[in-house]
Structures are given as C-alpha cells and as structure tokens.
Antibody
Framework: QVQLQESGPGLVKPSQTLSLTCTVS??????????WSWIRQAPGKGLEWIGY???????FSSPSLSSRVALGVDTSKNQFSLRLSSVTAADTAVYYC???????????????WGRGILVTVSS | DIQMTQSPSTLHASVGDSVTITCRAS??????LAWYQQKPGNAPKQLIY???NLHSGVPSRFSGSGSGTEFTLTISSLQPDDFATYYC?????????FGQGTKLEIK
C-alpha cells in the first residue's frame, strides 16, 4: 500500500526558506513510473498545485511559484523534497505531498496524498 | 492556466438523496479530469479519474461523466459519510488546477 508522509518545521520566519521532505513507502521512487508532487491549501481555502519532481531529478513547478521553488529527490532514502524561499504570511498553508500516476503516457492524475503538514509563517 | 469553476459552492441534501455537482473548464481538458473528496482535517481522496473511472475502493454510488469543458459528479443514495467538500481537478495541462470546491452539507 502506497503511503506518503510529510515532515519538516511547522513554523518558519518571514523571508526564510520553508523546507519539507516527503517519505514514500510501498513503492520505489526509483521505479520511474510516477511523478512526485507538492500541493498546498491555505487555511479555509482551496487547493494549489506547487510542482512535481521525477526520479531522475527533473522537475516542473507552477509559474506562479517557480522563482521561489526548488524540488528535489533522494532515491536512496525514497524521499522527495520541497524548498520555498522568501516566504511570507501568504505561504501559511497545509502542505501535502502526493503521487501522480499515469492513466495515459502523457497525463498524470494525483491518486495518493500524504496527510499534510501545517506550516505557519510568522515571526 | 486553465480555470476550473464548480457549482454550486454549497449544497444541502439529506441521507438517501441523489446529488450532482458540476465542474466547468475555461477550455477543453478532454477527459483529463479527476474528482476528490475532502473531510475537515484530512487530505483529499481521489474518487474519479479520467472523468468517469472509479478509483479503487470507491463505492459505486459515486459516478462521473463529461468531456471537453463540462463535467458532473453524481452521488446517488447519499450516506452520512458523504458529507464533505468535493473538488474537481484538470490534469490536461500543467499547472494542474482545481475547482474552488463544493461543500455538501446535511439538510
């Protein structure tokens, strides 16, 4: 059974960098069959996709965040990561890691999610 | 980015009712649309992918239809466990985008 678990600090100061890790179990990231994604949800708001990374290290992020986002992968630990720089209060949200699975060679749907981690940006 | 618009924003229904939620895309997403259910404090769970395919383990009272720009999620014979917020999401183009959500409440 696929499971994803987010970890990292729950409190980050403004202008600093938010760093989160997602640990995957039940499937090997190195298998290359999936994309590994981050999505966030501000309190009381909807869902915002941040970006994905692949086992090879290639990645793609939302243009609205791409200047501040760095996505990484560590296949030896079966983990992937998110770094978001220059954070402000607007970045306060629950951050989810997730798996994107292909139902066609070109199109990937988000089929499993982690439980999420609340990150608050505050001094 | 493709904009996704759901209606209604809130829906009141009773146990046993059948309800339909609509999702419209600002341009065609073909059949590359998913539906998710989210309960307070929990992560979203996939219900439907590729517009009408049921995710493994999801009860058959959930069904999806549509293509292009208009899609529906129907829940027949509502159960107490179904009262939650529902989101549609297109995955034809990156960045993938979500609807604003439909909150299903007990009447």
């Amino acid at each position: 059974q696929v499971q994803l678990q987010e970890s990292g600090p729950g409190l980050v100061k403004p202008s600093q960098t938010l760093s989160l890790t997602c640990t995957v179990s039940g499937v090997f990231i190195s298998g290359g069959d999936y994309y590994w994604s981050w999505i966030r949800q501000a309190p009381g708001k909807g869902l915002e996709w941040i970006g994905y990374t692949y086992y090879s290290g290639s990645s793609f992020s939302s243009p609205s965040l791409s200047s501040r986002v760095a996505l990484g992968v560590d296949t030896s630990k079966n983990q992937f990561s998110l770094r978001l720089s220059s954070v402000t209060a607007a970045d306060t949200a629950v951050y989810y890691c997730a798996r994107e699975a292909p139902d066609d060679s070109r199109y990937f749907n988000i089929d499993y999610w982690g439980r999420g981690i609340l990150v608050t940006v505050s001094s | 980015d493709i904009q996704m618009t759901q209606s209604p924003s809130t829906l009141h229904a009773s146990v046993g009712d059948s309800v339909t939620i609509t999702c419209r895309a600002s341009r065609s997403v073909s059949v590359w649309l998913a539906w998710y259910q989210q309960k307070p404090g929990n992560a979203p769970k996939q219900l439907i992918y590729k517009a009408s395919n049921l995710h493994s383990g999801v009860p058959s009272r959930f069904s999806g239809s549509g293509s292009g720009t208009e899609f529906t999620l129907t829940i027949s014979s509502l159960q107490p466990d179904d009262f939650a917020t529902y989101y549609c999401q297109q995955y034809k183009d990156y960045p993938v985008t979500f609807g604003q959500g439909t909150k299903l409440e007990i009447k």
